[in-house]
């Protein structure tokens, strides 16, 4: 189709293309055909997904005024009948045992599929930054992907990248509910971007999967309640019917990464038991989420994000609560990210295998499923771990735990750690790196030896702002406040200055980004997601 078509459907259609489509690809993305669909899917779910981004608001403002999160009344009888299972996942999605996770960009999904992982799960959100260019190249490269016939050429390496004859398996996950997509809009408002990122991937990729045997496969962000779960499942159905597609050709992996989600587990896997196959320790996401619910509740303070493994009792009992109903209901139980990368210094090296085997050893003994990491180079390290607990089984989807109680009180537990300067300082200086990366277009960043995406600054961010706000002592005896973070914040600019020398700072927004980070961090009122405030420096490129 041309340009001029396009064009011309949008002076006369509800859905408005605002972003550049002169790229021969990206007509093809965008064509007529994809956007009626993507048309048909905003006007049947927009209206409903800013109804419970409002109920977001309205719940938050409980918790915020001293209620607790806890499970529900009203679904009891959903958690006590222990009869009901979720539709049993294909053979595919039965093997898990080590999964990859990444950015859309298309050197990075090469070697993301070629790394080993039983699975990539390639990210539209927390791991890449939502420009137009990063958004669409994506849906390019996840379609030859699924063709097949992905390739990069590394001028600088003088090197070509092609898929190996044995890839992962593929799953995309779409933006959470909250970011929106403003350079396509709907009767004059942006539109949602994770129907955007759904709707386009299935689109361009179920005819290429179901010819392989394989169903549409998706990670769900930042699900809060059974709610927002119903209204993806609806979504879901929705799209097969469309595409008058089989019933559970959509298969997704449920991330409970916020604190209202896990009192929900049971009711999320109900609502979604035509198309749910499994749930993941959304773990940073998760610490992130405790720290932003109960932000208020001055006896529920974290110490800072370094101190905060998965030792610690609130989280440990969330993992073990995740496995424990997954497995009641025939679901796959996921573990959660190692963000460690590898390191050319031997003694580090040596520290980061140690930590990637702790954990990965604790997961797979609570009765994980499969776990995460972040980098090629640990899939060999995880698999080993996975492999050697799980004795010739590629899952434990017959282990149940312990059958001791785990309560509201458990999972809200608050615990003690470390709150110092040193902290506080390392904390700045890894929001200030990745925002300002984002905000360039770059999602996925390597900060001191992590792989640190969006998840990893929110925590950063939130716990400032909660200790400025409770004016919490530190170790030394200090009253951290906004005059002293004020301080340290712009003496980490000189710092990163100095780490990363004249021209790359010049070159880059670093200080924009303080301003910003100052502002998110000091506002009297929180603000939910750093990246909504951040799209309006986000660069673009290509609108």
């Known amino acids: 189709m041309s340009l001029d078509n396009v064009k011309e459907r949008n002076k006369t259609g509800c859905i408005q293309v605002r972003g550049n489509v002169d790229a021969p690809e990206y007509k093809q993305i965008l064509s007529d055909e994809a956007l009626t669909f993507l048309e048909a899917v ?4 927009g209206d409903r997904r800013n109804q419970l981004l409002k109920t977001r608001e309205a719940t938050q403002a409980r918790f915020d005024n001293g209620e607790l999160p806890t499970f529900r009344e009203d679904t009891l009888a959903i958690r006590e009948d222990k009869s009901w299972q979720v539709t ?22 090469i070697n993301a599929l070629n790394s080993g992982a039983k699975v990539f799960m390639c990210c539209f959100e927390d791991a890449s930054s939502p420009t137009w260019k990063n958004m669409v190249d994506g849906q390019i490269n996840l379609r030859d992907a699924n063709l097949g016939t992905i390739s990069y050429y590394d001028e600088a390496k003088d090197k070509l990248y092609s898929l190996n004859d044995d890839p992962s398996l593929l799953i995309a996950r779409p933006r959470g509910l909250h970011l929106p997509e403003r350079s396509i809009e709907f009767n004059g408002q942006p539109i949602a971007g994770c129907l955007m990122d759904f709707a386009l991937y299935f689109f361009h990729n179920y005819q290429t999967r179901t010819q392989k045997g394989l169903g549409v496969y998706y990670y769900i962000p930042k699900l809060e309640s059974m709610e927002e779960a119903q209204w993806w499942n609806d979504v879901f159905s929705f799209t097969e019917d469309y595409f008058n597609t089989p019933k559970g050709t959509i298969r997704a992996t449920v991330l409970i990464e916020t604190l209202p989600a896990v009192f929900q587990m049971d009711e999320i896997l109900f609502v979604m ?14 610490i992130f989420s405790y720290i932003k619910t109960l932000k208020n509740h001055k006896d529920r303070i974290l110490p800072d994000r370094h101190g905060i493994g998965m030792d610690q009792e609130f989280l440990n009992a969330y993992s073990q609560l995740l496995i424990r109903t997954c497995h009641q209901r025939g679901a796959l139980a996921m573990g959660g990210m190692s963000a460690f990368i590898p390191s050319k210094d031997p003694q580090e090296m040596k520290r980061v295998t140690t930590k990637v085997i702790e954990d990965k050893q604790r997961e797979s003994q609570n009765g994980h499923d499969g776990t995460w990491v972040a980098h090629p180079a640990l899939v060999e390290l ?11 089984k590629i899952n434990q989807l017959d282990y149940q735990s312990p059958n001791h109680e785990i309560n509201a009180e458990l999972l809200l537990k608050p ?17 200030l790196y990745y925002i300002e990366a984002w905000i360039q277009g770059f999602g996925c960043v390597p900060i001191y030896g992590l792989m640190e995406d969006a998840a990893t600054a929110e925590i950063s961010r939130a716990s400032i702002w909660q200790w400025i706000h409770h004016g919490v002592q530190l170790d030394d005896g200090q009253t951290f406040t906004d005059q002293l973070f004020h301080t340290w914040l712009y003496q980490e600019i000189e ?3 100095r780490e990363v020398g004249d021209a790359r700072f010049n070159a880059g927004r670093f200080e924009e980004t303080a301003d910003l980070f100052y502002k998110l961090s000091t506002a009297s009122e929180f603000p939910a997601f750093l990246t909504v405030p951040s799209y309006e420096l986000l660069q673009q490129p290509n609108t």
């Open 42 to 45: 905003v006007n049947q779910f």
């Open 88 to 109: 049993p996942p294909p053979p595919e999605l039965l093997d898990r045992r080590v999964e990859i996770t990444g950015p859309i960009e298309r050197k990075m999904v």
């Open 273 to 286: 038991r035509d198309h749910i196959v499994a749930m993941n320790c959304g773990r940073w996401d998760y």
């Open 382 to 392: 995880a698999m080993t771990v996975f492999n050697s607990h799980l004795d010739g």
């Open 415 to 431: 615990c003690q750690g470390i709150r110092d300067e040193a902290g506080v300082r390392k904390n700045i200086r890894i929001a």
């Open 495 to 497: 710092t990163i200055k």
